[in-house]
């Protein structure tokens, strides 16, 4: 069965230093998507980035920068310099094929404080 | 990508009532999901809703205790059937398969 697993429970770094979440997924599936998202305080979840399984390219987008690796199923989200505001819960995601649509498996989440 | 406004953002209820909650997209969609996350817990599917059948839903979780409905390709609601404390949780509606979710519903059962 498709399982995500975010080792890391809880992480406190200080402003401005870099820091990096861990996302180990399982699946069966030979086509997926890899997702991640933020959840701040307030509680809304905002979507970060989708990757299709057979692009293995790193992404940067501003501070944010993932790391796909297919050989490990590791799909790791560095922040860069994380102001207080990264302060937040990050999940990393997998889809499932369930025949006629997909469904989001969610990972138990890293919670990353960010100490001014 | 699609927008979501999902009411109502926050309720409190008592025991043994039920609340329903709506979901109104601003495209049409095929595919409509329903998540519960339970405090300091990740997001967990309920069930999925396709507009003309009826909703398929994740082991734990049955009809009873959370009827959806999905009259069509634009809306659905999920209600939370005799609740109890252990309902306490926020519920999000979802489309495009995980791009879009709805701001959430913080429910507490007292």
């Known amino acids: 069965a498709q399982k995500v697993t975010q080792a890391q429970t809880e992480i406190s770094v200080v402003e401005k230093e870099d820091v990096t979440l861990d996302c180990v997924y399982e699946t069966r599936d030979t086509t997926y998507y890899l997702f991640w998202y933020k959840q701040p305080p307030s509680g809304e979840l905002v979507f970060l980035i989708r990757r299709n399984s057979f692009d293995e390219q790193n992404e940067i987008s501003g501070r944010y920068s993932w790391n796909f690796q297919k050989s490990t199923s590791s799909f790791n989200f560095t922040i860069t310099a994380s102001p207080v505001v990264d302060s937040a819960v990050y999940f990393c995601?997998?889809?499932?094929?369930?025949?006629?649509?997909?469904?989001?498996?969610f990972g138990p989440g890293t919670s990353l404080s960010v100490i001014p | 990508s699609a927008v979501i406004s999902q009411k109502p953002s926050r309720d409190i209820c008592q025991r043994g009532t039920s609340l329903t909650i709506q979901c109104q997209v601003d495209s049409q969609v095929t595919m409509m999901f329903w998540y519960r996350q339970q405090p300091g817990q990740s997001l967990t599917l309920i069930a999925t809703a396709n507009q003309g059948s009826e909703a398929t839903y994740e082991s734990g979780f049955v009809i009873d205790k959370f009827p959806i409905s999905r009259p069509n390709l634009t809306f659905s609601t999920l209600t939370v059937s005799n609740m109890s404390p252990e309902d306490s949780s926020i519920y999000l509606c979802s489309v495009d398969v995980g791009y879009t979710f709805g701001s959430g519903t913080r429910l507490t059962v007292v």
């Open positions: 995601a997998l889809s499932e094929h369930r025949g006629s649509y997909d469904k989001v498996i």
